[in-house]
């Protein structure tokens, strides 16, 4: 059965393929307490642990330096993060936020839904 969670910024569900899914929400700006809420969120939505997550980014949303510190620094649970996102601006973002914070799991930037669950599914 999947569970799931509804965050001031974003969606939360976790489903029998065991993928976690984000979905930001439209104009979310996530401060180190939302990045806080969203980690144990995902915790305790995904019983086992490593898991996969799927972040949809294709909105438009801002994560402060705070907040990608803490994801970084406190996501040893995340075997691997696949993000969608045809988003230019959310694209540079997320490259920067892998080089600067060097996240300990894989993290790929997809434009596509049916690629980034491929890659998930290949590292589970």
Same mark, same amino acid.
């Given at each position: ?5 509804? #965050?001031?910024?974003?969606? #939360? ?10 979905? &930001?929400?439209?104009?979310? &700006? ?12 995902? *915790?305790?939505?995904?019983? !086992? ?39 230019? &601006? &959310? ?21 596509? !839904?049916? *690629?980034?669950?491929?890659?998930? *599914?290949?590292?589970?």
């Amino acid at each position: 059965m999947a569970k799931e969670t509804l #965050l001031q910024s974003c969606w #939360l569900g976790y489903g029998e393929d065991k993928i976690l899914r984000m979905r &930001v929400l439209e104009g979310a &700006v996530i401060d180190l307490k939302q990045a806080k809420m969203i980690t144990e969120s995902m *915790k305790r939505l995904a019983d !086992e642990v490593p898991v996969a997550v799927l972040i949809d980014g294709r909105q438009n949303y801002i994560w402060d330096k705070d907040a990608q510190e803490y994801i970084a620094l406190h996501s040893g649970y995340r075997l691997a993060t696949a993000l969608i996102t045809n988003n230019a &601006v &959310v694209r540079i973002f997320s490259n920067s936020y892998a080089k600067i914070f060097k996240p300990s799991y894989p993290f790929r930037i997809f434009s596509t !839904e049916e *690629k980034a669950i491929a890659w998930l *599914k290949s590292l589970m």
